[in-house]
């Protein structure tokens, strides 16, 4: 029974610590200049996010495109020179972009004190 | 495996409400000859192909496949989002509110939930890579009708950008069947102990522009150099390139 109740008290403790973290992680982000949430406020940061994001679909789209000219021909010198140019520009620019705007995917870094990757909106929200 | 990667392959913009075009652009999303099906089906197909440039082919483009999947549900969820029971009604989405309210749904545009039949795999190359081209065109025929049915300059765009990724599919699907077929014409030849015809075989692997490479490939029951023919014509129609179209295609 002792053991019950000291169980419970750590789950009470642990919900506690919880509410905590969740209002330490609102205070980050409310302070967080580089999360999505703050970056989105006024029209000039949207179109300079998108405009960034737009940069990053036309080198991306150019990779697709170069990936498949490549599966069906793998001795292409010139496309594979034309393909590994178009990923150290796309590099450059996600790494911009995740430094600036949060994550895009599992394994980027988190530059804020806050889990951004929850907090910016999906793709077919914005 | 895979990664998701919290961005759209290509913009989305919708300029107005409109549930009626949300309706009918669904048959791309759970449609025979949508996304979803292009996608499991060049997934699924890719296990059983003979060599790893097939197997990269099928599973590059069926990943592609995926992120087109997200292209139309966006397109779905922003021109019916809004949307009031009025709208609906008018549109003939009182059925699709019914069963599933705003939520996106694997049906075709009449509301025929997915057909898990049309996900053909035979373990044939020919017969998958043949299917697989037919499916791209199917794809754009559809895109086509889709715009012919639109005004709408935003949806009309990313329409027009989805059509064109199936020409280039049907393109990339092409060369692999090709280069299936005179791998097989190649073997063939080999098996015979024919030296003369043999390296002539050999030469046309390696060099997938040589037309005409053996005309005795029964593999397809067709010959190669009709088949060769045959894929180069309709592309033509479709308006593919060979090369890559990295700068032409890519317009907001």
């Not at chain 2, 694997?106 to 081209?133: H, N, R, S, W």
């Amino acid at each position: 029974m002792a053991t019950i109740n000291k169980n419970k008290n750590i789950k009470t403790a642990n919900t506690k610590a919880a509410t905590a973290n969740t209002q330490t992680a609102k205070a980050n982000v409310q302070s967080a200049t580089t999360a999505t949430k703050t970056a989105t406020k006024t029209a000039a940061a949207i179109s300079a996010q998108m405009s960034l994001m737009d940069q990053i679909q036309q080198v991306e789209f150019t990779i697709y495109e170069l990936i498949l000219y490549l599966d069906t021909h793998p001795e292409d010198t010139f496309a594979i020179e034309q393909y590994n140019m178009s990923v150290n520009e796309h590099n450059a620019l996600r790494a911009q972009y995740v430094k600036q705007y949060g994550p895009l995917m599992q394994g980027d870094p988190v530059n804020a004190n806050t889990w951004t990757w929850g907090l910016s909106d999906f793709p077919w929200d914005y | 495996m895979w990664i998701y990667e919290k961005k759209l392959e290509y913009p989305v913009r919708v300029d107005k409400r409109n549930p009626e075009l949300a309706k009918i652009i669904m048959t791309q999303y759970g449609g025979p000859d949508g996304e979803l099906a292009a996608s499991l089906r060049y997934l699924n197909q890719r296990y059983t192909m003979p060599d790893n440039k097939t197997k990269a082919l099928l599973t590059d483009i069926g990943t592609e496949e995926l992120a087109h999947l997200e292209i139309v549900a966006t397109l779905i969820y922003k021109l019916s989002k809004n949307a009031d029971l009025e709208e609906l009604r008018a549109a003939n989405l009182i059925g699709h509110y019914t069963e599933h309210g705003k939520a996106l749904y694997y049906a075709d545009a009449v509301g025929i939930p997915f057909p898990i039949e049309c996900l053909t795999a035979k373990d044939d190359p020919i017969a998958d890579l043949q299917d697989d081209m037919a499916a791209e065109q199917r794809a754009r025929a559809t895109y086509n009708h889709l715009m012919n049915l639109t005004d709408d300059k935003g949806v009309y765009d990313t329409l027009a950008f989805l059509r064109q990724r199936e020409i280039n599919h049907f393109q990339r699907f092409g060369e692999a069947l090709q280069q299936v077929q005179e791998s097989y014409a190649c073997k063939k030849v080999i098996v015979q102990g024919a030296s003369i015809t043999s390296n002539v075989a050999v030469a046309g692997t390696t060099t997938p522009n040589v037309q005409g490479v053996s005309t005795s490939s029964n593999v397809a029951g067709t010959s190669t150099a009709a088949n060769v023919q045959g894929t180069s014509t309709a592309s033509n129609i479709a308006g593919a390139s060979k090369t890559p179209n990295v700068s032409g295609t890519y317009k907001k």
